[in-house]
Nanobody
Framework: VQLQASGGGLVQAGGSLTLSCAAS????????MAWYRQAPGKQRELVAA???????NYADSVKGRFTISRDNSKNTVYLQMNSLKPEDTAVYYC?????????WGQGTQVTVSS
């Protein structure tokens, strides 16, 4: 079973995108969910996380620009990305925090042009 992220695309700097990720109830209901990203030549990094209760945490690089949310009735986690910068270009993935290794999906590509 994999987590499939969607909603990526090509956007100009300053633009916005919303990513979504539908998960199985098994992983979604008992875990903090998170968004990660991996840029070319770099390690995968944690971008944002949200607990079952709605407490959020963000990487310093995206604070004030990205918003993570979850719909527990739909087992779906979202990432609203505003004021996008070229350095946000990466493949974005969702997973639990801590990660469930078997659940990594292919991710969704976000490309921000300058």
């Amino acid at each position: 079973v994999q987590l499939q992220a969607s909603g990526g695309g090509l956007v100009q700097a300053g633009g916005s995108l919303t990513l979504s990720c539908a998960a199985s109830r098994r992983i979604f209901s008992i875990n903090t969910m998170a968004w990660y990203r991996q840029a070319p030549g770099k390690q995968r990094e944690l971008v944002a996380a949200i607990t079952n209760g709605g407490t959020t945490n963000y990487a310093d690089s995206v604070k004030g620009r990205f918003t993570i949310s979850r719909d527990n009735s739909k087992n779906t986690v979202y990432l609203q990305m505003n004021s996008l910068k070229p350095e946000d270009t990466a493949v974005y993935y969702c997973n639990a925090l801590p990660v469930w290794e078997a659940y990594w999906g292919q991710g969704t590509q976000v490309t921000v042009s300058s």
